[in-house]
């Protein structure tokens, strides 16, 4: 079972994220056996990382005290978790945004609003592979 954890400091991400992955008519679940696992800040989100080690990371940039880009530094620094994938999904939307996040060590980057279809279609796609 491939696990996804979800980290966004607004329950309304965490809302419309478990819609794309654990809808069963045509979320991420339909395609892969998943399970969703939340954090609601940086600390939170490595302590789960560390203790869990899920597959895919969807990563709020902007949260207080510790943002997506720091969690991603940690993430990439440590040796057990640098090879996670790591998704951006994030309000920043400016034209070098998602440059700023790849740089960061993202994989890959989706603004918010996103296309959900296009988005279930990635995580499949890169969980399968």
């Not at 400091?9 to 419309?16: L, M, N, T, W």
């Not at 989100?45 to 207080?64: G, H, T």
């Not at 978790?81 to 890959?108: F, H, P, W």
């Amino acid at each position: 079972m491939k696990k996804i954890l979800v980290v966004d400091d607004q329950e309304s991400g965490h809302v419309i994220l478990r819609d794309v992955i654990e809808n069963t008519l045509g979320g991420v679940c339909k395609y892969i056996s998943c399970e969703m696992m939340s954090a609601y800040s940086g600390r939170e989100a490595l302590e789960k990382i560390e203790s869990n080690k899920p597959d895919m990371v969807m990563l709020d940039i902007n949260m207080p005290q510790m943002d997506g880009f720091e969690v991603t530094r940690h993430i990439r620094q440590n040796e057990d978790t640098k090879d996670i994938y790591i998704v951006a999904v994030t309000a920043q939307a400016m034209s070098d945004d998602r440059n700023r996040c790849l740089r960061a060590g993202c994989n890959e980057y989706f603004s918010k609003p996103f296309d959900v279809l296009r988005l279930v279609h990635f995580i499949v796609d890169k969980l399968r592979g």
